[in-house]
């Protein structure tokens, strides 16, 4: 007998419901039907809200878009496909040939490399400097200088950039800052609140928080740039995975409160690591002995990050290669975020591609390890790093 499939026409639509879900739903259509080509005019003109077509944006990244808005105090933000996503938006979508942008000296190692081998392809130029002190970046402005990157607290040397002190050197010049909010997050700084044009995210990290996700964010103030950031994205293909939007949506409910156990957790780890006779130094922001303990007061008031970097007494490959033989706890994996502890070597992992006087120029030795730390047991973490830290 011959099957029957006429009745298998799409779209078959959901069952009528009077009540709603609680969870946003997942959706994953590439397309969304319209009544008329008047509906579809009136949703590209924007005057009902509606979807078209995927790539230029869907339920689940919208529903992400807004609870990061939320945490962040604005409106109107974009989620992309990476946090690398979101930073090709902001520089290769708004800076033009013959503009000039000034950024941090000790940014992400990939930020670093679309600095510094991307946009001088595209005629645009670029001013590395240490952002700790605004003096250095208003030194670096020029005639065509249109954008300053920051991030707030760099890695994995955790210093600290002086944001307002940046914010006041640029305004009134018409130069967009652009601060990365990966390491700080909205729970210990919020960017807009300062005065800052455009915000990134590598949602990736700690706002997803469960290393299951790769997703970026961006935000802009003015209504023009953030129409130049989403026709960019949209062109280009940052867009998110549904399922990815989901997912983070879902680990973002707890993001306060994971972030509120990492910071208590890094302070303690940092704390018990300090004393420790085979560790040379600890780098916490909010330490006293941290080498931008003021500006991070005055920024990050009370909060810090989850981030704690330390360096081995012994600064050689051996001890570097003893010390992580000996936290088979910890996960040595070059990421940060997660729930759980990570621990990465930089001068190996996100640092290789520097030479060793580069290397050392940034405080990176073979002995210099970042903990990503985690929501354990504090107990558990220290002794894990204590016995490592004596086995080197
Ligand atoms: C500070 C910072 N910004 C941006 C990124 C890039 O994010 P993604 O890996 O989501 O592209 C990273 C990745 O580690 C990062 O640490």
């Not at 993001?255 to 085979?278: C, G, I, T, W, Y």
Request: hydrophobic share 40%; proline share 5%; with cysteine.
């Amino acid at each position: 007998m011959k099957n029957d499939t006429s009745n298998l026409m799409r779209p078959f639509g959901l069952p009528d419901s009077a009540s709603t879900p609680v969870v946003t739903p997942l959706s994953p259509s590439v397309v969304y039907a319209s009544s008329s080509p008047d509906m579809l005019d009136a949703q590209y003109n924007g005057d009902i809200a509606g979807f078209t077509y995927a790539r230029e944006g869907h339920p689940n990244a919208q529903a992400l878009a807004k609870q990061i808005d939320a945490l962040e105090g604005v409106e109107g933000g974009l989620v992309t496909g990476s946090g690398m996503a979101a930073l090709s938006a902001a520089l290769l979508g708004l800076l033009k040939t013959g503009d000039h942008i000034i950024a941090g000296d000790q940014l992400y190692g990939r930020s670093l490399r679309l600095l510094k081998e991307d946009l001088p392809r595209l005629g645009i130029e670029i001013t590395l400097c240490n952002t700790t002190s605004a003096e250095n970046v208003l030194a670096a402005v020029r005639t065509n200088t249109k954008m300053v990157l920051l991030e707030a607290v760099s890695n994995p040397t955790l210093r600290v950039s002086d944001v307002v002190g940046v914010v006041n050197a640029v305004s009134g010049k018409n130069i967009k800052l652009v601060v990365d909010n990966t390491f700080t997050t909205p729970m210990s700084l919020k960017p807009a609140e300062l005065g800052v044009d455009i915000i990134v995210h590598s949602v990736t990290k700690l706002l997803a928080g469960h290393s299951d996700v790769t997703l970026g964010y961006i935000w802009a103030r003015d209504e023009e740039t953030t129409n130049a950031v989403y026709g960019f994205c949209v062109t280009t293909g940052m867009t998110p995975s549904p399922f990815d939007c989901w997912l983070a949506e879902r680990g973002l409910l707890t993001f306060p409160l994971r972030f509120a156990k990492v910071q208590e957790n890094a302070v303690l780890l940092a704390d018990a690591l300090a004393s420790h006779p085979n560790i040379a130094r600890v780098l916490y922001p909010s330490r006293t002995d941290h080498p931008d303990i003021s500006v991070a007061k005055n920024l990050l008031r009370l909060n810090g990050c989850n981030m704690v970097s330390i360096e081995l007494c012994d600064r050689t490959r051996a001890a570097a290669n003893r010390f992580v033989k000996n936290t088979r706890e910890i996960a040595f994996a070059p990421t940060l975020g997660d729930v759980g502890t990570t621990l990465s070597h930089p001068a190996s992992s996100s640092h290789r591609a520097l030479n060793i006087s580069e290397r050392e120029a940034l405080g990176i030795s073979e002995g210099f390890f970042r903990i990503s730390v985690g929501i354990e047991d504090p107990d558990a973490l220290i002794r894990a790093f204590t016995k490592a830290a004596s086995s080197v």
